[in-house]
């Protein structure tokens, strides 16, 4: 019963964050509706027995990403005219329609699907031990090359971003 | 609680959706799809607890990493085109060469 309260609690405050995050016209608050969105999303993880999941949600994407994006739009500093006038025509309130509709579409469906019951959680599901089992041995090699991703990422970013004798500003 | 956490997840995929198509500021696309990721990583963690098998959870770390990488590479892109051209609609980002 808390639990179906706390999951309601967190998707109402995904829901509303998420729609900010779209709506707003200054980046700043769609970033910062954007961290109270992953916050509420890492609830959501927690409550579905994903507990590590759920920390690295928030360690990663609220912590790092989050600041990383933040940064960047403080950095560009953005003027209203630079922002530009909203602008509404026919193909964004279409985009608007036909999603929204295939949205309400979907989860009526899933809602009133007969739904399977939920096996109980073994006590390692989720936890650190769990999951770094299975990570480091049937998923050792896709693991290595997230890290050579992750390393061509870096300098990639760090080439992209470095100025030459040459540049302006 | 697997069904609602998929309506939640099919929500915020249309949300982020409609971010991704509707916006002109590169950095709130940027953030649109950062939205959509996790929606779809909240239908994995949804279906790993449900079969009760934890590759949902690795599938997750893999998403993040992406994202990760994707923002780092995708903000640099967005400073590099603002330090040349004064501007991060992406309906005036419209040249290769400029």
């Known amino acids: 019963m808390i639990q179906a309260i706390a999951f309601y609690v967190f998707a109402a405050t995904a829901v509303v964050f998420a729609l900010i995050v779209v709506a707003a016209r200054n980046p700043i608050y769609s970033a910062l509706s954007l961290i109270g969105c992953l916050f509420a999303v890492a609830g959501v993880f927690a409550l579905n027995a994903a507990h590590l999941v759920a920390i690295l949600q928030v360690l990663v994407y609220a912590g790092a990403i989050m600041v990383l994006i933040l940064f960047v739009i403080m950095l560009l500093s953005l003027t209203p005219e630079e922002l530009g006038r909203p602008v509404i025509n026919w193909r964004k309130v279409l985009a608007v329609f036909l999603l929204a509709a295939a949205a309400v579409v979907l989860a009526s469906r899933l809602g009133t699907a007969p739904q399977a019951a939920v096996p109980p959680a073994d006590p390692s599901f989720g936890t650190i031990e769990g999951v770094g089992l299975i990570l480091f041995t049937r998923y050792l090699l896709p693991f290595e090359m997230v890290s050579l991703l992750l390393l061509a990422a870096i300098l990639g970013a760090a080439i992209l971003s470095r100025r030459g004798p040459g540049d302006r500003t | ?98």
């Open chain 2, 1 to 98: 609680m697997t069904q609602q956490t998929l309506v939640l997840s099919v929500l915020l995929f249309a949300i982020g959706a409609v971010g991704f198509l509707v916006r002109r500021n590169a950095i709130v696309v940027l953030m649109s799809v950062e939205l959509m990721l996790n929606a779809c990583n909240l239908a994995f963690v949804a279906f790993s607890r449900q079969l009760a098998d934890m590759t949902g959870h690795v599938y997750v770390f893999m998403i993040m990493t992406v994202a990760a990488a994707e923002a780092a590479v995708g903000l640099a892109i967005v400073v590099l085109i603002f330090r040349t051209r004064r501007a991060v609609n992406l309906d005036e980002i419209n040249l290769m060469k400029g």
